[in-house]
């Protein structure tokens, strides 16, 4: 390389790009003000503790996913069952019909529900119960439907085989509504663990069809009933929107407009749709009248409701819609959160046996649509950078911001509670965003996991006062999104994000670590009204590198700085900057960058910062001014007065190096050494 190429290299503005894996100074320095003040919070640093790429692996997580059901048929008088269940999300599905007069049993009149005259509000506690110790999550419905067999009256089948009549609705709609009453005192103690209450109540499975009570005025009563019973942070769905419609006055054909978008303190907020002819055909087996016109209603609506149900068979002409591809389009718009995993089972099938062929490039071509599927249901919380105060002290505040996408097809609709969890050398100490403290500057912004909405990147901030007790040393960060921020660990429902890392979930804390940072010593700053001694000793020296260079590409990677190139017709190099900051020559004695070359003999040139008079560093050359191995490479450069204040790093192109060829190398480090 001859010297006079400098001349045409031009200097570049840094912005921060840091290496994950860095020593003493892989971070930028906070400039601090002379005077350090109670609760100042330093710069924040962009930091690489984490892998911040997507998993294809499923995380189990509260309120979301394939749901298994558990049907019980409750009964007058003693002996009712408890059920254990033990899947993650479970789909309890209750049948009240022996309430009802029956006159095959020789019932002649409806049943209240009582402790007197059943003990099935006792059993009812007792699995309800066992799913919260199992840490499932239920969607709820009640129906007069024995075994939810769906005959209105005695059936034979196609096949010849009988049915015995299964729906026995009580006479009377005050019956309905004192069981209501009934099973909403139990619902109510275990808010933490209903996701929904599917309105049911109504004729074959209830689903709401094919039923001899069902009028607008019976509809009217059992919705307000519901909505009266069942705590305000769990929804209460109907079948479709016509019955939306029909309970609010709402007009169907005009459903999508301004004027029927629900705002929190609507007594229809929490109103929304559960579908069990999940995609079967173009108005999906009779859910919709108009699909678009609905579903545009139902992409607002489901944002703060639960929507899912049963992907089935499709019926009629066209291009089936029941398959992932598909759900890849409107499902980010239904906000589709749950589905039966054992139904339609041929459907499922279908999807574990076919290979995802979506645009989502994280799994086209990669993994199995039944993955795509599983994996997108609900929520799903990917983070994917985090900035934080890298040094600070106990009299200082400390801050990080959070970026978290939700890759999932919808956003969580319960309220849950964010903690900050800090953990090292000194103890643990937790901060529930709730219960922040003004006092002591502390804040949090974009806390609430309900508006991390679903395709969207949403920015947690928070400002934390730091104990004073709080010893030097190194400190890990957690964040624990959870439904009860006063339960510990797995207990109370938190939330796994879902990055390709195995250290990001802390089982014992149910929480997600997100990066780590240093408590120093008071003596470094001076604070406000006293004197300290040594303040000076607190600067480091730090690096920046400067990435705007179009030549190059850069990409931010837990194991450093990737840096791209291809070899050019008109221009086979240019320089990157990495300037220094607060490098005290009279400390610090030799800079030492590790890097991976992209092959060997490859050109890595390094200069000081003068165009005019620049020093060559050659020490990791060999006699052609070549690397000789595509190992992790050091290079040693003495600090001087020359080049304190950075370096020039450059690509030679040569022979090896074809227009198409684009070459990457890796910067893993810089560190200054005393």
């Known amino acids: 390389m001859r010297k006079t190429k400098l001349k045409k290299l031009s200097k570049r503005i840094l912005t921060g790009l840091l290496a994950a894996g860095m020593a003493v100074s892989a971070y930028s320095t906070p400039v601090k003000a002379a005077i350090t003040c109670e ?7 962009d930091i690489y503790d984490i892998n911040y790429e997507e998993s294809l692996e499923e995380v189990a997580n509260p309120y979301r996913g394939f749901y298994k059901s558990e049907q019980i048929n409750y009964k007058r008088g003693t002996g009712n069952e408890v059920r254990n269940p033990k899947n993650n999300f479970v789909h309890l599905r209750l049948d009240l019909s022996d309430f009802s007069a029956n006159p095959v049993k020789g019932y002649d009149s409806d049943c209240y529900i009582t402790d007197e005259t059943t003990d099935m509000l006792k059993a009812l506690r007792g699995t309800l119960d066992n799913c919260r110790k199992n840490h499932a999550t239920v969607v709820v419905r009640f129906a007069y439907d024995y075994k939810y067999g769906g005959y209105t009256e005695d059936t034979t089948d196609s096949k010849g085989k009988f049915h015995k009549r299964s729906v026995w609705e009580p006479q009377s709609i005050d019956t309905v509504l004192q069981h209501q009453d009934a099973v909403g005192a139990v619902l109510r103690d275990y808010e ?4 929904s209450v599917e309105c049911g109540v109504f004729g074959k499975w209830g689903e709401m069809h094919g039923s001899q009570i069902l009028t607008d005025k019976n509809l009217k009563k059992v919705m307000d009933k519901w909505l009266e019973v069942i705590p305000e942070n769990i929804s209460v769905t109907v079948r479709t929107p016509e019955l939306y419609c029909r309970y609010t006055g709402a007009d169907i054909q005009e459903l999508d407009s301004e004027d029927y978008k629900t705002k929190p303190g609507d007594k229809t907020y929490r109103v929304g749709i559960f579908n069990d002819g999940y995609l079967g055909s173009k108005s999906d087996r009779g859910t919709y009248k108009n699909r678009e016109t609905e579903i545009s209603w139902i992409e607002d609506q489901s944002t703060h409701t639960l929507y899912g149900g049963e992907i089935v068979l499709f019926e009629g002409k066209g291009t089936p819609l029941n398959n992932a591809e598909y759900m890849e389009k409107e499902a980010f718009r239904t906000h589709t959160s749950y589905l039966n995993i054992g139904w339609n089972d041929h459907v499922i099938d279908d999807l574990r046996e076919s290979t995802f062929q979506g645009k ?13 599927v599983q994996n997108h249901l609900g929520y799903r919380y990917v983070v994917d950078g985090v900035k934080l105060t890298k040094e600070t002290t106990n009299y200082e505040n400390f801050a990080a911001e959070v970026s978290i996408k939700n890759v999932g097809f919808a956003n969580v609709v319960k309220d849950m509670k964010t903690t900050v969890i800090i953990e090292g050398e000194g103890g643990k100490y937790e901060y529930p965003v709730s219960k922040l403290s003004k006092d002591k500057k502390e804040s949090a912004e974009n806390a609430d996991p309900r508006n991390w909405l679903a395709g969207k990147t949403s920015v947690l901030k928070v400002n934390l006062d730091l104990p004073e007790k709080m010893k030097e040393g190194s400190y890990k960060v ?6 009860d921020e006063n339960k510990k660990g797995i207990e ?3 939330v796994k994000f879902a990055n390709d890392d195995s250290s990001i979930w802390n089982e014992t804390l149910g929480a997600n670590y997100l990066g780590k940072f240093k408590v120093v010593s008071e003596s470094t700053i001076e604070k406000e009204g006293a004197k300290v001694e040594n303040k000076t000793s607190s600067k480091s ?27 050019s017709k008109t221009e086979n190099w240019k320089n990157i900057a990495v300037n220094f900051s607060d490098v005290d020559t009279s400390k610090y004695k030799k800079v030492v ?3 991976v070359p992209s092959r060997k003999g490859m050109n890595l040139g390094i200069t000081n910062q003068d165009e005019n008079k620049p020093v060559f560093y050659k020490d990791h050359w ?8 595509t190992k992790e490479q050091t290079i040693t450069i003495n600090l001087d007065s020359k080049n304190k204040n950075g370096i020039y790093i450059y690509c030679d192109a040569t022979k090896n190096d074809t227009p198409s060829g684009e070459q990457t190398f890796v910067i893993k480090s810089i560190t200054f050494k005393k």
């Open 478 to 483: 957690y964040l624990r999104v959870a439904y």
């Open 492 to 494: 109370g429902y938190p």
């Open 192 to 195: 933490d663990i209903i996701a």
């Open 360 to 372: 989502d490039p994280k799994y086209s071509g990669k993994t199995s649509s039944f993955t795509y």
């Open 622 to 629: 060999d006699k052609n001014n070549q690397f000789t191995s």
């Open 593 to 595: 960058i590790k890097v």
């Open 39 to 45: 609760h100042d919070v330093r710069n924040l640093t």
């Open 541 to 567: 020296p730090s690096y920046k590198i400067d990435k705007s260079s179009s030549f190059y590409t850069f990409s931010d990677k837990k194991d450093g700085c990737h840096i791209s190139y291809t070899k």
